[in-house]
């Protein structure tokens, strides 16, 4: 027990080197194919790895130039937004049958109640109340400037040890072997072990591939059937971000739903649209991705969605995107480890 709250501890302290690191590791798993096929023509692996990251990198820069005027006029559309919905919730709470006046009228009856016996007037004196801490301009800007370099240094260090890892190829892997044991069986063992996780990692993102392509897909067509504008640019955010379970979806779904309600100036329309990618994200994303991701695992859905939690209490977002390959990890060892055994069953389908 010790040993095991000692480890959370580690887990959560060092949350700032294991994520980059496991991060990397998947990134790997997940490029490692293509390097293998370019290293049978370029010969060199390093040359290959080198390669393959220069033209991720330049997809992701070519994809954020392509969409920039996109973005940059969405992005001018905030103010107009938030005056919307401010000018909308306002005209909701002051219909004199809203519900909203209404609870507040109720509030107010059972508080006056509470401290006078006597039901509260209709109209109130406002009570003033001390006006919340100011926040310096320059304060803002340091903490957002401080985020944003922190971001860039973590991605940094996640391309880097991605890069030395494709170019490393299988010499961890060799080490893994010869630290094992003199004995052959011994690395027989370690080898089909280390098969075992290799083959679990990359079932687990060939199901992310596919629920996110789906994801991705389902969101551009609900979006282009309502006629909400950049279908296509917010199909490809949606696919982006249901790499990141529950919060992905989520933040979908408001952004969706303020843009409807500013496009279309109707409430039900935009809880249509919002409404109809909270759909695709659960069908898709959670039900058939945590299924199917469960199968290829070969771990039940049950003990995914408990990991899932686990590792999103210790490290966070991070944590619900990187829990279940750690879980299949986790299993492939206890399944081979007589004395956890008794742990592989209980992940196991």
Known sequence: ????????????????????????????????????????????????????????????????????????????????AAKTVSRTVQEFARKPAGPITEVKKAAADIESVAKTGKPAAENPPPQ?????????????????????????TQL????????????????FKRKLVVLSGEHLAQRKFTVQVIDEIDAQ?????????????????????????????????????AAVLHTIP?????????????????????WRSALGVGGSSVLVAAIVGQLFATWLASRQTRMNTTASFIGLLFFGWIWGLWGLLLGIPILAIVKTVCDHHDDWKPIGELLGR
């Open 201 to 237: 990692i990359r079932r687990y993102l060939w199901v992310m591939l596919i629920a996110n392509t789906l994801v991705g897909l389902g969101t551009w067509s609900v979006f282009a059937f309502a006629g909400l504008e950049y279908a296509g640019l917010w199909g490809l955010v």
């Open 246 to 266: 529950y919060f992905g979806p989520a933040l979908i779904a408001i952004g969706s739903f303020v843009v409807a309600l500013v496009q279309f100036g109707d």
């Open 156 to 171: 940094t260090v996640v391309m880097f040890l991605a890069f030395f890892m494709l170019a490393s190829g299988s010499l």
């Open 128 to 152: 003033r109340t001390e006006g919340p801490t100011q926040i310096s301009v320059w304060q803002l800007l340091w903490t957002g400037w401080k985020g944003a370099m922190v971001a860039v």
């Open 1 to 80: 027990m010790i040993a095991v709250v000692a480890l959370l501890f580690l887990l959560h302290w060092g949350a700032e080197f294991f994520i980059p690191l496991c991060v990397a590791i998947v990134i790997s798993y997940a490029l490692t194919p293509l390097v293998d096929l370019l290293t049978r023509f370029l010969r060199y692996r390093v040359i290959s790895a080198a390669v393959v990251m220069l033209s991720l990198l330049g997809l992701l820069a070519l994809a954020a130039w392509s969409w920039s005027d996109d973005v940059q006029a969405i992005w001018q559309k905030v103010p107009v």
